[in-house]
């Protein structure tokens, strides 16, 4: 069940650290969370650029809370200077996303490196390891949010990107991050001249339990937060059906001919709790 309170994003952008404008620029869309690329987007040979660039984009965030910085994999040298640019910074951002992730060590390495410099930014994990799948359940006990990596872990499986070949790394996630009460965010739809593609993907991703989904492209970001986003018509209905069981003295109640009892209550009072902390954190206005 989703944590109580617990701001999840909706929409994710993803732009590579590779022009300081096209950063900015992209702080213009709008996204609930603006992420800062420096693993795959950015050549290896401009990666070094890449983080002086990220580290005066931060320093020139309107709203460094929501802004995410995605970095390189554990165990490569690039990693290393990620993490001294980051506890370097005078500003932390608000998310630290990890790149191919293989054990729940990194995820606690990651948290105690940053809060030797009194950083405490959200961490979200790049699933798109076997061993991340193998070992989901202990990386969403150490995490604040997984992300589906469907890229990476459709080659190392030697399958195609589609729906069938990513379901079951989609369930786990689903059900590890319901365990835990962290964000689920689906993966970024990679074809991109496909609209229906990426309504199909996040229409199925919710039904699953995902909150959230990636992109590359500020072009898909109206269908994503028109799908994802808590709506007043969504919110009210689940008000009517906390108010109905409790109305009920928490038993079986009867709403506009359908049956509702206290499990639709539970999901009922999450719906709005998430709702509000979203509001509260990414939302323009209220909700």
Known sequence: MMGSGRAIPRSILYTPALSLDRVVKAWSYDADVHLIDLEDSVPGPFRAEARTLCRTALDNAPQPSNIAVRINAFGTIDAVYDLVMLNESSVTPGFIVMSMVKSPTEVILLRE???????????????????????????????????LGSADLAATLGVEITWSGMLAARQAMALASARYGIGCIDTANYRLSESEVLADEVQRARELGFHGKATVHPGELDLINLALRPCEEKLLAARRITDAVQAAAGGIALLDGCMVGPPFARLAHSTIQSGEAWAARFGKGSI
């Open 113 to 147: 490196t940053l809060a030797s410099t009194g950083k405490y930014p959200e961490i979200y994990l790049t699933i798109e390891t076997v061993e991340a799948i193998t070992d989901l359940d202990k990386l969403a006990a150490v995490a604040d949010g997984l992300i």
